[in-house]
C-alpha cells in the first residue's frame, strides 16, 4: 500500500492510495477523504462509485464534497472504475472494459480473470479500509451514473451492510438499456438471468430489506430517456413497494456541475443515517 | 460571440463563451458563472485569474465557487490565461507564452503582437461581460498564483476600479523570483523598471488607494520559498502603511485543494464590499 497524494482539504486530507487487490488481480488506485474528526475517532464511512470513464480522480477534484464530508465527519472511499493493467482485458469503446466495470463478477472470457469489481467493492475495498482504525463499519454507499447502478445494486444485494444508499443519474436497468445490454452482455454471457442479479429494477422486486432510495435525476440529462429510464424504477418501487424518493431537477444535465450541486443533500442524507 | 459550454449549476448556470478579442488578436475562452439572482437583476462580477498551465476549465470545475456565488449572488468570470492559437508566439517551458501571459502588455518580440493580457483583463473583458445586463459594474478581483500576481498588480494600478481584491499562493514580486524574471525578461525586456510596473511589492509603495489586501497562503505549498514568498510582500505593506491581511495556512499545498477550501471566504469577503 502506498500513499501517493497527501493535500490538505476543508481541516482534514484529501489522500489518494494505491493498494494491491488480490480480487481484481491489480494494483488499485482510491481516494480517501479523511475529515478532520477522524482525529478524535473512527468516522463513518460513504463509499462513492463513479461513472463511465472515470478514475478516482474525478470524483475528488470535481465533486466538491469535501466540504460536506468535513461539515459531517464522513470519510468518503473513492476507488477507480475498473481493474487496470496492461494484462488487463480491454475493448475499443469507452463503456465496456478499463473504465467500465459496472461493479459486477464477470464469468465470460476474456473478462472473468480481473473484472470481479462486485467483489472488490462489497468486501475487499471496505476490509482493507476499516482495518485503518480511523474508517468505523458504518458504511453509506453512492454513486453516478454507472456508479449509480453499482451502488444502488449493491445495498439491494447486501441487506443489513449499507445504512443508507442514494444515487445521481443511475443506470436503473441495465437489462433494457443499450450500455447495460453490452456490458452484461460481455461480463456475464447471453443467459439473462444472470443479468437480472446486477439490475436494480429487477432486484427491487424481491429485495430482503426495503433500505430507501434517493435518487437525483437532471430532466436536461443527455442520456435520460436511452440510458437511464428513471421512470422504470418509479414504477418497480411502487409495484414492490420500496420507498423511493426520485427528484427531477430541471435544468441538470450529466456532468459534475449538477453532482456538485446536490452532493451536499446527499451527503446530509447519509450522514442522518450514519448517526447512531 | 459563442456559447459552448450552459451547465446548470447551484441554481444558476456554468457557462463557457469564446468571443473575439480585438485586444489580443485571438478568439479567447471564458467561464461565466451566472446565479440566480441574475434573473432578478444586474448582479456584482468577481473576476477570478487563474494561474500557470491554466485554461478557464480548471477554476470552473474544481474551485466549487458555484456554490458561494449562488449563496451571494454573485457573477464569477473566469477567463483563459493567455492569447491562443497558432499564430501566437510560445516557448517550450510552461512557464512562458501560451498558458502564461502573467496578466501583463508585452512590449518584446515575438510576444507583443498578442501579448495584451493586462489590457484584456482590465479593459476589453469587462466591457465585453457589462454589455449584459445580467452584469453591473460593480468589479471585484482575486486570483491564484500567476493569477493572484495578476488580481493584485491589477487592483494596485487602477484604483477605484474594483470594490476588493485577494489572492491565493499569490507571486508577489516577480521581479524577485524565478519565474517572474523568466517571463518578465521575456514580454518587457531588459529593463527593470518596467517590470516594477506589474510588480506588486513595487506597486504597494506609491499605491494611491490602500483597498485591503485579503491574502491566502498554504504553509506546505512547494513553491513557497523559491516563487512566493509572501514576506516580501508583508513587509513591503508595513513599511508603506498598505492594509494587508496574509493568512498562512497550515499544511496547505499549491493545488486547488487548497483554493476550494477557502474559496468560499473570498467569495464572502468580495459580497460584502461589492454590496451597495
Redesign the interface.
Known amino acids: 500500500m502506498e500513499r501517493i497524494e497527501h ?5 482534514g486530507w ?1 489522500d489518494v492510495y494505491r493498494h494491491r487487490s488480490e480480487v481484481l488481480g491489480c494494483d488499485m488506485t482510491v481516494g480517501v477523504y479523511v475529515p478532520p474528526q477522524a482525529a478524535d475517532g473512527p468516522c463513518p464511512v460513504l463509499y462513492w462509485l463513479s461513472g463511465l470513464t472515470c478514475t478516482e480522480q474525478n470524483f475528488i ?2 465533486a ?1 464534497a ?2 460536506y464530508a468535513a461539515e459531517h465527519g464522513i470519510i468518503i472511499v473513492a476507488p477507480d472504475t475498473s481493474p487496470r493493467g496492461d494484462d488487463v482485458a480491454d475493448a475499443p469503446g469507452y463503456d465496456l472494459g478499463k473504465g467500465a466495470g459496472f461493479y459486477v463478477n464477470a464469468t465470460q472470457d476474456p473478462w472473468a480473470a480481473h473484472y470481479r469489481m462486485y467483489d472488490y467493492i462489497v468486501d475487499e475495498l471496505p476490509a482493507w479500509v476499516e482495518a485503518d482504525p480511523a474508517a468505523s463499519d458504518r458504511r453509506a454507499i453512492s454513486g453516478h451514473s454507472m456508479g449509480g447502478h453499482g451502488a444502488l445494486t449493491i445495498a439491494l444485494k447486501n441487506p443489513g451492510r449499507y445504512r443508507s444508499v442514494s444515487a445521481f443519474s443511475p443506470i436503473v436497468a441495465p437489462s433494457q438499456v443499450p450500455w447495460g445490454e453490452k456490458a452484461l452482455g460481455a461480463y456475464l454471457g447471453e443467459d439473462r438471468d444472470a443479468w437480472a442479479q446486477y439490475d436494480t429494477v429487477e432486484l427491487v422486486k424481491s429485495a430482503k430489506e426495503r433500505l430507501p432510495l434517493l435518487v437525483d435525476q ?1 430532466d ?1 440529462d443527455e442520456f435520460l430517456d436511452t440510458q437511464l429510464r428513471p421512470q422504470l424504477l418509479q414504477a418497480a418501487c411502487e409495484a414492490a413497494g420500496h420507498p423511493l424518493t426520485l427528484r427531477m ?5 450529466h ?4 453532482i ?2 446536490f452532493i ?1 443533500e446527499h451527503i446530509a442524507h447519509h450522514a442522518a443515517a450514519l448517526k447512531g
Open positions: 493535500r490538505a482539504s476543508f481541516g484529501q477534484t470535481k466538491g469535501q466540504r437532471g436536461a431537477q430541471p435544468g441538470y444535465d456532468s459534475y456541475y449538477f456538485a450541486s451536499g
